[in-house]
């Protein structure tokens, strides 16, 4: 029986065996559980099912009403992103998917309150203080529905004008388990494939194709139906994968579940996540006086 899911640690989960050159580590902090999974090798990215590199989770408390810009859930994941990002250079950040589909709306989100600081020099960044701030360009470029441009060809094109010394992306992702949704983040080195969350996967955006570092930024927002249907009834039907897709097939195929407050989660992942991203970049700010910036 299969499941649909963008998380390593899930599908690290659904292993019965260990992979060679498959290597894990776990951390605990007050609120916070960090996993990492590296991937060494061809084969065994094979195996895995996932491309060769660094995938990074961290598991939180199910975001809160009240937003402290010291909450130390932002140093957690914004320690965990900056271990990626190159020392110098303009950094691209790209908020991925659709501004008007809430559960897709995370990446947009997040890039409304990314500083954006490369048009910021000289003596405006003199006299107003900010002369340390980190070059960053930010961007959400919309789905190919909207702009009729794949988003891969926008950011190579960008990449090639901008010259960047990487690139953030921020999507939404797909859980298998409804526990999941929202309380996890998952940063990776390895790229990312857009709208894979909702079974859309457009080209793949990485280093390959790029030339630069791509870092990837994800929090689960849905669960496909067909692998939420087979979680539950599979016990129920004595294992039977047959049972389970002959319930839920060929209706469920195309649906997805999320939450009832998704608009509430997308709007604290979101702020969540861009001040991670902002505490990574400039290093020389508080978090309270990024917040005043954006805010």
């Known amino acids: ?8 640690i899930e599908i690290s989960e659904s292993l019965e065996n260990q992979i060679d050159d498959i290597y894990k580590s776990e951390d605990t902090h007050e609120n916070a559980k960090i996993n990492r999974i590296e991937i060494k090798t061809k084969g065994a990215a094979e195996r895995f099912g996932k491309a060769i590199g660094t995938y990074i ?98 950011i190579s094109s960008l990449v090639k004008k901008l010259n960047p010394s990487c690139a953030i992306l921020i999507d939404a992702l797909a859980s298998r388990s409804l526990s999941r949704l929202g ?35 994800g929090v689960p927002t849905v669960v496909d139906a067909t692998t939420l249907a087979q979680d539950i009834l599979s016990s129920s039907l004595n294992h039977s994968s047959n049972g389970v897709n002959n319930k839920i097939l060929p209706k469920g195929k195309s649906m997805i579940v999320t939450p009832r407050e998704i608009d509430v989660l997308i709007n604290r992942a979101s702020l969540l996540i861009s001040m991670a991203i902002n505490c990574a970049l400039h290093t020389e700010f508080s978090p309270g006086d990024l917040y005043s910036l954006v805010s």
Do not use: W
């Not at 996890?184 to 280093?207: C, H, K, M, Y």
């Open 1 to 8: 029986m299969s499941f649909r899911t963008d998380l390593a």
């Open 183 to 217: 309380c996890t983040v998952q940063i990776s080195n390895t790229g990312i494939s857009p709208g894979s969350g909702v079974d859309n996967a457009r080209p793949l955006i990485s280093e390959e194709n790029l030339g630069i570092p791509v870092i990837s930024i």
């Open 57 to 154: 989770t961290v598991e939180i408390p199910a975001l809160t009403d009240n937003f402290d810009v010291n909450d130390n859930r932002i140093t957690i994941i914004s320690n965990e992103i900056k271990q990626f990002i190159p020392k110098k250079g303009t950094v691209l950040v790209v908020g991925l998917g659709n501004y008007n589909i809430t559960p897709d709306a995370l990446g947009p989100k997040t890039a409304n309150t990314v500083l954006a600081t490369r048009h910021i020099s000289g003596e405006i960044a003199k006299s107003t203080g900010l002369s340390n701030l980190r070059s960053v360009c930010v961007l959400a470029p919309g789905v190919l529905g909207q702009t009729g441009i794949e988003v891969s060809e926008i």
